[in-house]
């Protein structure tokens, strides 16, 4: 059911459209005033909002320049007495989503109302849709040739209908993101957001705000309500990547959101329902870190009813071949190059190469080597991995990447593999850390 706000000033206008918009399937509140309003948002999650401009105290466009910078605030209809040009240009600069002038026909209004929701649902009035949007205008392949991967990609069937959390497990680079996003592609969840959050990348005491959100003055920067990724995600699909880097006090409360679609914002002690499905995925031994204590057993066994659990490269080489053809295809187009294929040396190089950094490092290959090339195929030469590209003068002398790729390796080792603690002692922040590892393909 939609959920739609009123926020008008004239009582019989409110009487109206409850009554009216009710009777057309819509769950309808109403407030007289634009702080009324405010107050009934950071109770309740809304849809859509029908804003009237003009009223005495806070007005209007007041009330959207305060939801401006939440990217979960409902979309914005303005309705209008007066809508002079100004009024109306002044709405849209300020992410209203459309207007309409009194007097308003009930039909028209209804249909707006479903368009604004659409466009709520597919939004691009943010970054975190327009993600979704690349992942929809960008149709992802999935190569599987080896056993396993066939086998997963049965389990991806099978399971993408249903509304069960999967954990996908599986090293850095080996398709876990892929695999999420296939799993959303193949669910009936497909038409709705795909929202990911990289649990690694966010501190600790910021993680669980943009998860389930905040209420205003909660901590010194919360200057106002703040919706939460899982309000965001609402009828879709989250994809909660690297979640052995979440936080042990956190735990809980992602359990108890995944057993109920329940959650409370950071600093409220009201309750919110949504319908999302999580998917997460680790590149470490989720259950290595339930036994050292950094990982909650419960929530272990509910993220793992289904497990999909994919083998590094090395141990699928039949894979080897397709996914070179395919990045070859990939980069040759990107990079408007007629290359016609792979040499037989250079496909032995491929199929020798142990892939430590996985199908990631396998597409970074191939798009250097797609740009290297210079002859109708893929020559050793162009590929840039040991014993195959590299020149002498290369080798000699480590470069700086690779000092700082040592330096980073020691401290982890003297922080006890502790990321925060690594993060600390090489003053810098855990996000930064947390790339530069991955660069490196350090696990
Ligand atoms: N089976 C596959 N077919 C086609 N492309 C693949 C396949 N597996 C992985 N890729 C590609 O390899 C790259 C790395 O995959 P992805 O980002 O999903 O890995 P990941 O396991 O999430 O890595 P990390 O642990 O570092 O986050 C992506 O560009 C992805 O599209
Ligand atoms: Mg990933």
Redesign the pocket.
């Known amino acids: 059911m939609i959920r739609v706000l009123v926020i008008d000033d004239e009582e019989p206008m409110r009487r109206l459209l409850r009554k009216e918009l009710t009777r057309k399937g819509f769950s309808v509140e109403v407030a007289s005033d634009g702080q009324a309003g405010l107050d009934i948002l950071k109770n309740t999650i809304f849809d859509v909002i029908l804003l009237d401009i003009v009223m005495p105290g806070m007005d209007g466009i007041e009330v959207m320049k305060k939801l401006r910078r939440d990217p979960a605030s409902p979309v914005i209809l303005v309705l209008t007495g007066k809508a002079t040009v100004e009024t109306a240009v002044d709405a849209m600069k300020n992410g209203a989503y459309d207007y309409l002038t009194k007097p308003y026909k009930l039909d028209e209004l209804a249909i707006v109302i479903n368009r604004a929701y659409e466009y709520g649902r597919l939004s691009i009035k943010n970054q975190l849709l327009q993600q979704e949007l690349v992942r929809i205008e960008s149709p992802?392949?999935?190569?599987?040739d080896s056993q396993p991967?066939k086998e997963i990609l049965g389990l991806i069937r099978k399971t993408a209908p249903t509304d069960s959390p999967v954990l996908?497990q599986?090293?850095?680079?080996?398709?876990?993101?892929?695999?999420?996003?296939t799993i959303w592609h193949h669910s009936k969840r497909g038409t709705s957001p795909f929202i990911a959050l990289?649990c690694a990348t966010l501190s600790e005491n910021l993680i669980e705000s943009e998860i389930f959100g905040h209420e205003k003055g909660s901590f010194t920067s919360a200057y106002q309500t703040k919706h939460g990724i899982v309000e965001v995600a609402d009828k879709g699909t989250l994809f909660l990547?690297?979640i052995g880097e979440m936080p042990l006090g956190l735990q809980p409360k992602l359990l108890r959101f995944l057993d109920s679609g329940e959650f409370r914002r950071v600093g409220s002690n009201r309750t919110f329902k949504v319908d999302v499905r999580v998917l997460a995925?680790?590149?470490r031994d989720l259950l290595a870190l339930v036994r050292a204590g950094s990982f909650r057993e419960d929530l272990y066994y509910r993220l793992n009813v289904i497990a999909i659990t994919?083998p590094p490269l090395r141990e699928r080489r039949e894979?080897v071949p397709?996914?070179a053809g395919?990045?070859l295809k990939k980069y040759s187009r990107k990079l408007s190059k007629d290359i016609k294929g792979i040499s037989l040396e250079a496909g032995d190089v491929l199929n020798a190469y142990p892939w430590p950094g996985?199908?990631?490092e396998?597409?970074n290959v191939m798009e250097r080597a797609v740009i290297l090339c210079d002859s109708r195929s893929i020559l050793p030469a162009d590929l840039s991995i040991a014993g195959a590209g590299l020149t002498a003068a290369s080798k000699e002398q480590p470069s700086l990447e690779e000092m700082e790729r040592d330096y980073i390796l020691k401290v982890l080792k003297q922080a006890g593999g502790n990321q925060s603690k690594a993060s600390q002692m090489l003053g810098i922040d855990r996000k930064t850390l947390y790339h530069k590892l991955?660069k490196y393909g350090i696990h």
Request: aromatic share 10%; with cysteine; proline share 0%.
């Open positions: 992802f392949e999935f190569i599987c991967m996908i599986g090293e850095s680079g080996t398709g876990k993101e892929l695999i999420a996003n990289n990547d690297e995925a680790t590149n994919i894979d397709a996914l395919y990045f996985n199908v990631r396998l597409e991955k």
